[in-house]
Structure formats: structure tokens, C-alpha cells
């Protein structure tokens, strides 16, 4: 099993739900389930094609895990754990198919300079022309309350570019840590924050739009 | 200082820590005078808080009942083999990390302090000269096991600075034991087996702890 050891190590909860499970216990697996089932479609989506492919690759997933359960030493939390098996399983997939998500999109993020905000918003001695417009009332909690707020938050999410969403999923969505997320997708640490920083200030920009209407 | 188009391009490594001191001074500098880009931060911020609560949809019950009916059938078992070991060793290795190599040099510290107030004076048990041994070889013995523990994270975030320096405080504190503890310290081949030989036994001991399989760092490998 690869386990590689950046970031946090697994949790003593961790220890105890694979107790849990290597004893049978359909509970706790139901529970995994749940916790992760839609988390790992979510992220399978940015590496192949189409969703019954995602699909396939989660239930993969999830036999992998039942099968490695066993040899799980703890090198990693649990969830890292689960995520790096699903992303093995793309990648060997994306092979396979040939035409799934280029990974070599994450190993050379666009050299091209791709600024975080439309230059046509500052002047041309790099001030504000157009400032942010303010949302400074809104909270994730609200703004995650109203269903049209979220419905173009993942819009936003779905028109990044599939490694850009990869990164961010892991490291916003997911709350990996950036040694961890370089280590799951093989990238080194630059190109992990280059793609990290391109999708966070695109979906700044499309809560920026939804909220301030720009 | 940065404009304020150039704040923008850089705020993620601004969040990340990912900034030298200088260029982090001035990107402050600039957030101090600009509440646009405050703005711009603080919109930043909510954005990725917003990303981490993104609320979780719940499974298809069909699709939730196949993989219990796996579940069933593989029955996943055995004893976790290394957990038990692993248990220990990770609680250990991330008590280490948290404290940093601080409680190392404390620790080498408190043997040498120990080493200086017993080494020199002969007890009960031992004459001067085997006591004085007995404590210069557990001095020892502690910067083998800071090399050793050094080696083994070297795959990771300790670098060989770190290295370095662990064994610099192991031969200093052998040193600094040497010097004040030891009545026979002022004879050349004591010195030499107890200095040199110390440090390369410290060498090898360190080098040979870090092919152990239980402690060398997987390798990479695919695969579940």
C-alpha cells in the first residue's frame, strides 16, 4: 500500500472505524459510505470523461479499500487514504481509456500567465478601476443556505479546468494540506498553488458576479 | 510594495506562507492603506470557507445497499498486522513533530547536565573510571538515536540541516561530558575512541537504523 507520510497521520478515530470494519461491522462501513460515497464521485469526475465511467471508478474504489483495509498502517488520515486509492484507480483508468483527463495538465499548469482578476478592472498604473464589488454581510452559512448561490458555486466548479478542480476540490472541498495533495496527484508544490490559485480567484470572480452582480 | 492588480496575483501564496519576509512586510504594508484589497482578501478568505462547507449529497439507497451487500460478501478481516506497532510509533513520531527538535536538544541536554554531575564521581556500584564510561556511551548512545530518527524523516520534511544539527548537538554534548566529567579525559586515545569512535559508531548505527523496514519511509508505489 502506498502510504506516503506528509501530512497528518491517521487519528486514533481513524484506528478505531478500521477496527470497526476489519470486524465486520456493516454500521461503520454504511457510514463511510455516506460519508464518502459522493465525495469520491465528486472527485472522480475531474479525472475521466463521463459520469458512469466516475461511477466505476468509485465502486473500484471502494473494493480497493475493502481490500486494503487489512495492510492500512495509519501513515495518512483515512480519508487521504481512501482519496489516493480512487485516484490510482483513475489514473490506471484515464490509461486505459486514453481519453480522460490529461494528466499531464497537472504536471505543466498553462505557463501562460493567467491573471486572478480581468486587467480591464485596474488602471493602468495597476490600481482598482473597477474595485471589488462588497459582499461583506454574507457568510458561507448563508450564502450555502439559498439553493441558487450553491447551483452557481458548482457551476463555477464545473467550467474550471479538470486539474484546477482537482486541486481545489482537494484542498478547499476536501481540506487535504498542500504536502498531501502534492503527493496524491504527483505535483510538485509550485504547480500545486499555481493550479490552487487559478481556480480559487475563478470562483471568487463567479461569487463576486452572483453577489455584487458585476 | 505590490500594486494592487499585483496583490491579487499573489494573495494565494500570501495565504499559503508561501512568502518571503520582505515580500510579505510589503504585501501588508499595501493591505494596511488599500481596503479594496482588503476587500479582495477577505472575499478570498470567505471563498474557500465556503468551499470547505459545500454540504455533502446523500447516497442513492441502491447504489448504498450494493456496496453493503459487497461489504457482506468480502467481509474485509485479519488482523491489522502492524497497527498495534504503527500506533505507538506514529503517536511518538507526531509528539516529536509537534515539539519539534527543541525537546531533542533538551533532552541531550538534561543526559549531559546528568552525565557531568554522576560521570566524575565514583559511586557504590562502579569505580570512577566504569561509571565514567558506562554514562559517555549512553551520552552516545542519545545522538545515534536522534541520527537515527533524523534518517528516517529525511524522505520528508526534515532536511539535512536538521541532520546536521543533531548530530552537532550529539558531538557537543559528548564533547562538553568529556571535558568536565571525565578524570581521564586528557588521554589522546581515550578521546579517540570515545570521540571519534562515538560519532562514526553514531554514523553507522543511524545509516543502518534507516534500512530497517519498520522504519525506513515506504516507497512510492501504486496500487491499493
Known amino acids: 500500500m502506498d502510504e506516503k507520510t506528509a501530512g497528518p497521520r491517521a487519528s486514533g478515530e481513524d484506528f478505531a472505524l478500521v477496527q470497526r470494519l476489519l470486524a465486520g461491522d456493516e454500521i461503520a462501513f454504511a457510514g463511510l459510505v455516506d460519508r464518502y460515497h459522493n465525495r469520491l464521485l465528486r472527485l472522480a469526475m475531474n479525472f475521466v470523461s463521463d459520469r458512469s465511467a466516475a461511477e466505476e471508478v468509485v465502486q473500484d474504489t471502494w473494493l480497493g479499500v475493502m481490500s486494503g483495509l487489512p495492510s492500512f498502517e495509519g501513515r495518512s488520515a483515512l480519508k487521504t487514504w481512501i482519496f489516493r486509492i480512487l485516484i490510482n484507480r483513475a489514473k490506471t483508468r484515464g490509461v486505459r481509456e486514453a481519453r480522460s483527463m490529461p494528466f499531464s495538465a497537472l504536471e505543466n499548469p498553462d505557463s501562460e500567465h493567467e491573471p486572478a482578476v480581468n486587467p480591464a478592472r485596474f488602471q493602468p498604473n495597476g490600481m482598482w478601476a473597477d474595485p471589488p464589488h462588497r459582499w461583506d454581510d454574507e457568510t458561507p452559512e448563508k450564502l450555502l443556505m439559498r439553493q441558487d448561490a450553491l447551483r452557481r458555486l458548482k457551476e463555477a466548479m464545473a467550467r474550471l479546468p479538470p486539474s484546477q478542480r482537482a486541486v481545489l476540490t482537494l484542498r478547499d472541498v476536501e481540506g487535504l494540506d498542500a504536502g498531501e495533495v502534492c503527493n496524491i496527484l504527483e505535483i510538485s508544490e509550485t504547480n500545486q498553488r499555481v493550479l490552487l490559485h487559478r481556480a480559487r480567484s475563478k470562483i471568487r470572480h463567479a461569487l463576486e458576479e452572483y453577489l455584487g452582480g458585476v | ?224
Open chain 2, 1 to 224: 510594495m505590490p500594486t494592487c492588480k499585483e496583490l491579487t496575483d499573489v494573495v494565494t501564496d500570501y495565504l499559503e506562507g508561501r512568502m518571503s519576509v520582505m515580500r510579505r512586510v510589503s504585501f501588508r504594508l499595501h493591505l494596511g492603506m488599500c481596503d479594496r484589497c482588503r476587500a479582495y482578501l477577505r472575499q478570498m478568505k470567505m471563498t474557500i470557507e465556503t468551499l470547505g462547507r459545500l454540504p455533502d449529497e446523500p447516497v442513492p439507497a441502491e447504489v448504498r445497499e450494493a456496496l453493503l451487500t459487497r461489504f457482506r460478501t468480502i467481509r474485509p478481516s485479519g488482523a491489522p498486522v502492524t497497527m498495534r506497532r504503527r500506533t505507538f510509533v506514529a503517536a511518538f513520531d507526531d509528539w516529536l513533530r509537534s515539539r519539534g527538535w527543541m525537546v531533542v536538544g533538551m533532552v541531550l541536554f538534561g543526559a549531559a547536565l546528568l552525565g557531568v554531575l554522576l560521570g566524575g564521581q565514583p559511586g557504590p556500584l562502579l569505580g570512577t573510571w566504569e561509571r565514567c564510561l558506562l554514562v559517555e556511551l549512553g551520552v552516545a548512545a542519545l545522538p545515534v538515536v536522534g541520527v537515527g530518527v533524523a534518517a528516517v524523516r529525511m524522505r520528508e520534511r526534515i532536511a539535512a540541516s536538521s541532520l546536521a544539527a543533531v548530530a552537532a548537538i550529539g558531538a557537543l554534548v559528548g564533547y562538553l561530558h568529556l571535558q568536565l566529567a571525565c578524570p581521564y579525559s586528557r588521554v589522546t586515545v581515550h578521546a579517540l575512541v570515545i570521540d571519534v569512535g562515538g560519532i562514526l559508531l553514531a554514523a553507522l548505527l543511524g545509516a543502518a537504523a534507516s534500512r530497517l523496514p519498520a522504519l525506513r519511509p515506504p516507497a512510492p508505489s501504486g496500487g491499493a
